[in-house]
């Protein structure tokens, strides 16, 4: 079954830029499958919704749209770890869900042969692509299937992707669709439209220190001797506590992470830990670490050395070094 799985996979290759012997980070693979993951899930729940007989069902089994995702998940069916390329297709060889007449199954193998075909290989800044994602999509939907995909796309500095055949020949190269991006990702209109009042500034000032601490108020503020209003949320990041779902990471020191942003995209990097992050947002961008910074955990420290090599048993010793505590609130 695996063998007729992959004639109908669509085969992912991360391409690092800078690493030896083109070995790629975790949680670059990581990030990439999760994201690409994300834009497929979604795209099933939209056009599950859409499907007026699924939709009756639906509104009276709610679970019914988990079943489908669930018997649609993409399955890892090829996998080549040296250059880290991975096939990838859902199951559809099998009638399983008892929700639906055999009909369903026709359903699950055109859905996702227009994700792959329309989605994977959307021709993204062609403008007889964008006019039937236009028709067939509102804002909302085009956020959640293009913004996940996108965003694995990195900004095409620390690695590339290249979606093959199965002759591992290259079919397409994944770029950041520039001077399109807009209309794939538009800035939903909220509800309240009132402009904030505040900007983030870069601010030295004399402060009068009480104890160990500063408190910035008007009663220990002497001067202000230097004020800057940031183009872009670039202030410092420099944690000593990090929290990913339901884990605490405490920090034995305050982790030195360098900001910037650059071609629309905020990105933190942190050259001790070799971790390099990006978001389209500040927030997103340190969530983006969080995540990361988990996964260099699961990943590294706590594995046995046995199963590392030299350079990943330093990176666990320098995590051991850095992570004072770890609570876990679940």
Not at 28 to 56: A, M, R
Not at 143 to 165: A, V, W
Not at 266 to 279: A, P, Q
Request: aromatic share 14%.
């Amino acid at each position: 079954m695996i063998e007729r799985l992959k004639d109908i996979s669509f085969r992912i290759h991360i391409e690092p830029l800078h690493a030896v012997e083109q070995a790629t980070k975790v949680e670059t693979v990581i990030k990439v499958l999760s994201d690409i993951y994300q834009s497929y899930n979604n795209y099933i729940e939209i056009e599950f919704l859409k499907n007026e007989k699924f939709k009756t069902i639906y509104d009276t089994n709610k679970k019914v749209l988990e079943t489908i995702k669930d018997e649609l998940s993409l399955l890892v069916v090829d996998l080549n770890f040296s250059s880290f390329e991975a096939a990838v297709a859902p199951n559809l060889l099998e009638i399983q869900s008892s929700l639906f007449k055999n009909d369903v199954l026709d359903w699950k193998r055109e859905t996702y042969k227009e994700y792959k075909d329309n989605i994977i290989f959307g021709d993204y800044e062609n403008t007889n692509y964008m006019n039937k994602v236009a028709k067939r999509y509102n804002d909302d939907e085009k956020l959640r299937i293009f913004k996940p995909l996108f965003s694995s796309f990195g900004d095409g500095k620390e690695y590339q992707i290249h979606i093959k055949d199965e002759n591992h020949q290259s079919l397409k190269a994944f770029i950041q669709p520039k001077k399109t991006k807009d209309f794939y990702m538009p800035k939903l209109v909220a509800e309240k439209t009132d402009i904030s009042e505040y900007s983030t500034v870069q601010l030295f000032a004399k402060i009068k220190k009480q104890g160990d601490t500063f408190k910035l108020n008007q009663k220990n503020l002497k001067e202000i001797l230097y004020i800057e209003v940031l183009e872009h949320d670039t202030y410092p990041f420099k944690p000593d506590l990090i929290k990913y779902e339901d884990t605490i990471f405490v920090l034995s020191k305050n982790l030195n992470c360098t900001v910037e942003f650059d071609n629309n995209y905020y990105i933190i990097k942190n050259d001790d830990l070799d971790l390099t992050v990006w978001g389209d947002s500040r927030k997103e961008v340190e969530e983006a670490f969080s995540f990361s910074f988990y996964s260099l955990y699961k990943n590294y420290y706590l594995e046995e050395n046995s199963h590392l090599s030299d350079d990943a048993i330093v990176l666990k010793e320098k995590l051991i070094s850095l992570i004072k505590s770890v609570i876990n609130e679940a």
